[in-house]
């Protein structure tokens, strides 16, 4: 169990949905898609907390995008906690970013590429803030354990741990349902990551490609494994043009009946485990 604002993370509990921009790319759309997805939450029973990056470190091209000024970006997701109301994560790349970043969001999320950094796992968990950490796509999910009690060492176990595929050959990754239900037994709340898991990494040569097509099947599997807490997909209003993971996000128009699905799942879910 994790409590982030008034939500308890936890299978027993209401689905909690992570959703929003893979980047800030400017102030407007973050707040429009933030407000139309609150929205939502509040006709739905799902608990929502808002994602969205303030930087992106990891790049297929030195021309990609990365993201605003890191007072700007960090600007514009205090503004959506303080004026919307709602729970905020975001990813860190650096130890010492954490300080500054943990005063305006709810959960520091730990890239899956940085998974095994002892120094980012131990800065986060001193923070006090809730930490979600994404499963190395090099990763057994058994080893995941060793990154929590980095975290869990501080004496913070506000802990998440995400899948989000594994590498398999060149440019693909798979997702092994069994690691959902391996790492729910390490003894903290399972998030699956139904839009990174589709992504074809370095696919279209200077970007990732995706497989957006699969993400609400991949989601209704993942849930139904019954070792499910929540669920993260990067949601954009518009998708092919959008500044990064333009192949691999779900669109604000399509989210909702992906929503409503998976609520629905979630039910049936509950009543046999």
Known sequence: MVKIGKYIIAKDQPLTIIAGPCVIENEKMIMQTAESIKKLAEKSPFQFIFKSSYRKANRTSVNGFTG?????????????RQDL???????VHSELEIPIVAQVVDVLQIPAFLCRQTDLLLAAGRSQKAVNIKKGQFLAPEDMAQAA???SSTG????????RGTTFGYRNLVVDM?????????GYPVIY??????????GLGTASGGQPEFILPMARAALATAALSGIFMEVHPDPANALSDAASQLSLAAFPAAVNQL???????????
């Open 68 to 80: 605003l000024a890191f007072e700007d970006a960090i600007g514009v997701l205090e503004k959506v």
């Open 85 to 91: 109301e709602i729970p905020i994560l975001t990813d």
């Open 149 to 151: 009690k980095k975290v």
């Open 156 to 163: 913070n176990e506000n802990i998440l741990l995400t899948e």
């Open 178 to 186: 069994r690691a959902l239900v391996i790492m729910d037994h390490i």
């Open 193 to 202: 990551d139904a839009t990174h898991s589709l992504q074809l990494p370095g």
């Open 263 to 273: 609520l629905e799942l979630h039910a049936v879910v509950a009543k046999l485990k």
